[in-house]
């Protein structure tokens, strides 16, 4: 049964072409699935912003036919591993960024092309074409013409409802919702919500016809690369039992940041995209009205200009005690995780989330909203801080709940160390690998693949 050849195709994939979490999730479930003997392969575009001094690439095929047009395909792997990752090299992805062109749809209609043309042409005829978000979401459609690919069945992961590819009348997700032979989202308590108005985005009438196709798969994260024991980018390793080099992180971070040392006050943290849907109103006007109390406030993120501008301003208005990093930067980010005491997620919606679970592995006791992927991954904080609790939570997307929740976690901080520490081993100790999530995709890649199973369901 194993053996499976996929072919792994999406927009991102991480650490060669990063814009968030997708990117994240692709450069290590690959990884993950190959260990269970899958011939599996991701297929990427070969971006002009893609640093090609840190990656042995080499040239695989050139001049593929695509229609009237013509592509290279490249090969590197990812990092640490066997899995190979094809670059298909085009004009149309020379730009610096790797969204943000008003031709986004056709320049992933034409990669879903181009895609399928390089599979052919090196002769990979995938069992299962795994496809992610609306970039890749017309493979279906593209297949039923082309007989080369009679065998290969497509599984859908939705990681985003939100970006939907339209273009004219078309939109590229609802397409794959209703061609794929299979969806999946990234966590199960959002392949729930995305069947009601409020989270579906406008395609839950279609994705609740696809019920009985759709599943819910949480993600993981690379345990390798974010893990405090090892990680080269922070200042000191540690590990649960040795938290106070988690502390010597914070006095260096609040260095850095131009901070007085403070091993005391509290450090609340976000990295996040500076977009809608993370939930920024909770934060903001909060911040710039009941003011920021004893905490010290780091934000790192770039996104939209409104949030960066309004983010800028409280780090103004409270220089010791909020800073703004309006930028993406890797190495910060951990030293970020490292160094905060608590992390901050109040999204509106999240599918899965990998920030919080990142926060957990680094001992920063993350505070979220309990929907999607969030409420999936953090277990809100029991009398006491015992048992298998790992953060806050709170429901309802409203000022006066996310004030209350973070009310009550910096007076748990200051007045409950010992509880703290509790919630800071309990996340540390938490299994956020791969592993488990990796099984549950090999399982849909059976079901595809097996006519039996696949006829029963
Ligand atoms: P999303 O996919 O919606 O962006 P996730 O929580 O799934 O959110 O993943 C976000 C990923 O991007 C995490 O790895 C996070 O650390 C990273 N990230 C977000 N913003 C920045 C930034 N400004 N600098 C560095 N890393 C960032």
């Known amino acids: 049964?194993?053996?499976?050849?996929?072919?792994?195709?999406?927009?991102?994939?991480?650490?060669?072409?990063k814009v968030g979490g997708l990117a994240d999730v692709i450069g290590a479930l690959p990884k993950a699935l190959a260990k269970l003997n899958l011939d599996i392969r991701v297929i990427i575009p070969f971006y002009g912003?893609?640093?090609?001094?840190?990656?042995?690439?080499?040239?695989?095929?050139?001049?593929?036919?695509?229609?009237?047009?013509?592509?290279?395909?490249?090969?590197?792997?990812?990092?640490?591993?066997?899995?190979?990752?094809?670059l298909v090299e085009h004009r149309l992805f020379k730009g610096k960024e790797i969204y943000g062109d008003s031709r986004d749809v056709k320049k992933f209609i034409f990669f879903s092309r181009a895609l399928l043309e390089s599979a052919k042409a090196i002769d990979f005829a995938p069992d299962v074409i795994h496809l992610n978000d609306w970039h890749t979401a017309i493979?279906?459609?593209?297949?039923?013409?082309?007989?080369?690919?009679?065998r290969a069945k497509t599984l859908l992961t939705i990681?985003?409802?939100?970006?939907?590819?339209?273009?004219?009348?078309?939109?590229?997700?609802?397409?794959?919702?209703?061609?794929?032979?299979?969806?999946?989202?990234?966590?199960?308590?959002y392949a729930r919500e995305i069947l009601t108005k409020e989270f579906g985005a406008g395609l839950e009438k279609i994705l609740i016809k696809r019920r009985r196709q759709l599943y819910g798969i949480l993600n993981g994260i690379d345990?390798?690369?974010?893990?405090?024991?090892?990680?080269?980018?922070?200042?000191?390793?540690?590990?649960?039992?040795?938290?106070?080099n988690k502390t010597l992180n914070k006095l260096a971070l609040q260095k850095q940041l131009g901070w007085p040392a403070a091993e005391k006050i509290a450090l609340v943290s976000l990295v996040s995209r500076l977009v809608w849907q993370?939930?920024?109103?909770?934060?903001?006007?909060?911040?710039?009205?009941?003011?920021?109390?004893?905490?010290?406030?780091?934000?790192?993120?770039?996104?939209?200009?409104?949030?960066?501008?309004?983010?800028?301003?409280?780090?103004?208005?409270?220089?010791?005690?909020?800073?703004?990093?309006?930028?993406?930067?890797?190495?910060?980010?951990?030293q970020v995780y490292a160094g905060s005491d608590i992390f901050l997620a109040p999204s509106r919606f999240e599918p899965c989330g990998?920030?919080?679970?990142?926060?957990?592995?680094?001992?920063?006791?993350?505070?979220?909203?309990a929907t999607g992927g969030l409420a999936d991954t953090v277990a809100p904080l029991q009398k006491g801080g015992r048992g298998v609790s790992t953060g806050f939570t709170f429901k309802d997307f409203a000022a006066l709940a996310f004030h209350k929740t973070l009310a009550k976690a910096l007076d748990f901080y200051c007045n409950h160390p010992a509880g703290w520490r509790q919630l800071q081993a309990n996340g540390m100790k938490g299994d956020f690998s791969w592993h488990k999530s990796a099984r549950q995709y090999l399982r849909l890649y059976q079901k595809l693949t097996n006519p039996e199973i696949f006829a029963k369901m």
Do not use: C
């Open 1 to 17: 049964m194993n053996n499976l050849k996929i072919l792994f195709a999406a927009s991102e994939a991480a650490p060669i072409a």
């Open 49 to 86: 912003a893609i640093d090609r001094s840190q990656y042995l690439i080499k040239l695989v095929k050139q001049n593929i036919t695509v229609g009237t047009e013509t592509v290279n395909l490249w090969q590197t792997n990812l990092p640490d591993s066997a899995v190979p990752v094809y």
């Open 139 to 150: 493979v279906p459609e593209l297949l039923k013409t082309n007989p080369f690919f009679s």
């Open 159 to 189: 990681h985003n409802l939100a970006s939907q590819g339209i273009i004219g009348s078309k939109n590229l997700l609802a397409d794959g919702i209703l061609n794929a032979n299979l969806i999946n989202t990234v966590s199960p308590t």
């Open 223 to 244: 345990t390798n690369y974010y893990n405090p024991q090892t990680d080269k980018l922070i200042a000191y390793n540690y590990r649960a039992a040795t938290l106070k």
């Open 278 to 334: 993370k939930g920024l109103e909770l934060i903001i006007p909060l911040l710039g009205g009941a003011g920021v109390g004893q905490a010290q406030f780091v934000f790192l993120g770039t996104g939209e200009k409104k949030y960066e501008d309004q983010l800028k301003q409280l780090a103004k208005k409270f220089p010791k005690q909020i800073s703004a990093q309006i930028k993406f930067d890797e190495t910060l980010a951990h």
């Open 354 to 369: 990998l920030t919080q679970l990142i926060a957990m592995r680094y001992g920063a006791v993350p505070l979220v909203r």
